[in-house]
């Protein structure tokens, strides 16, 4: 079993559809998980960051944890053409010798 | 403005014909890492380093060589390129006391590879 699990997708949408990516991981040390976002031909950028189980919003950007099912999820409400991007979860252990362990990516495309 | 730049954002070489991909950052960050991206198979830590003069290998180290003797560069050599060495490769930076908790990370634009 891979240590984390994303859809590749590809995801098309149309414009103001609520989108929802998800992860799935093994390794239960894991404590801090990450969404970034992957414009084409740029590098990743931090766009949610968690602590543990739990929620967090940020505008139109809620992320969810779920440590009991090792699950992670990353909404977006009202998504926009702008939202096109690949989009990677990541996560880590607690620990110096821990190192970023990331999906694969999911490739959503928002249409107008 | 804070960044990690990668030089150079593109490049053809053929099979053998050694090369280095230069990687800079100007936020003091103590550690740097490599990344190769392929499809299907995400982002693969290459090799990393934690202050200058301390490297180590990441998860697909094979065929690549890396150096810190300054702290903003982290250059990443392939001394013998093959074809199974084109990707996109990134280089990021973040301070060590947010490294572990996977926070501050910052990544340059990329560099495609394609040995021919």
């Known amino acids: 079993q891979k240590e984390v699990e994303q859809d590749p997708g590809p995801l098309s949408v149309p414009e103001g559809a609520i989108v929802s990516l998800n992860c799935t991981y093994s390794?239960?040390?894991?404590?801090?998980f990450m969404w970034y976002r992957q414009y084409s031909r740029k590098g990743p950028e931090l766009l949610m960051y968690t602590y543990s189980s739990g929620n967090k919003e940020d505008g139109r950007f809620t992320a969810q944890v779920d440590k009991s099912s090792k699950y992670i999820s990353l909404f977006i409400r009202d998504s926009q053409p702008s939202d096109s991007a690949t989009y990677l979860c990541a996560m880590i252990g607690q620990g110096g010798s821990e190192k970023l362990v990331f999906g694969k990516g999911t490739k959503l495309t928002v249409n107008p | 403005e804070a960044q990690v730049t990668q030089n150079p954002r593109y490049l053809i070489t053929v099979t053998g014909k050694k090369l280095t991909v230069t990687c800079s950052q100007n936020m003091n960050h103590e550690y740097m890492s490599w990344y190769r991206q392929d499809p299907g198979l995400g982002l693969r830590q290459i090799y990393y380093?934690?202050?200058?003069?301390?490297?180590d290998k990441g998860d697909v180290p094979e065929g690549y060589k890396v150096s810190r003797k300054e702290k903003r560069n982290f250059p990443l050599i392939l001394e013998s390129p093959s074809p199974n060495q084109t990707s996109l490769y990134f280089c990021?930076?973040?301070?060590?006391?947010?490294?572990?908790?996977?926070?501050?990370?910052?990544f340059g634009s990329g560099t495609r590879l394609t040995v021919v």
């Open positions: 990021a930076s973040s301070l060590n006391r947010d490294r572990g908790k996977g926070y501050g990370y910052t």
């Open positions: 390794n239960s040390a894991f404590q801090y």
């Open positions: 380093s934690m202050n200058v003069e301390v490297t």
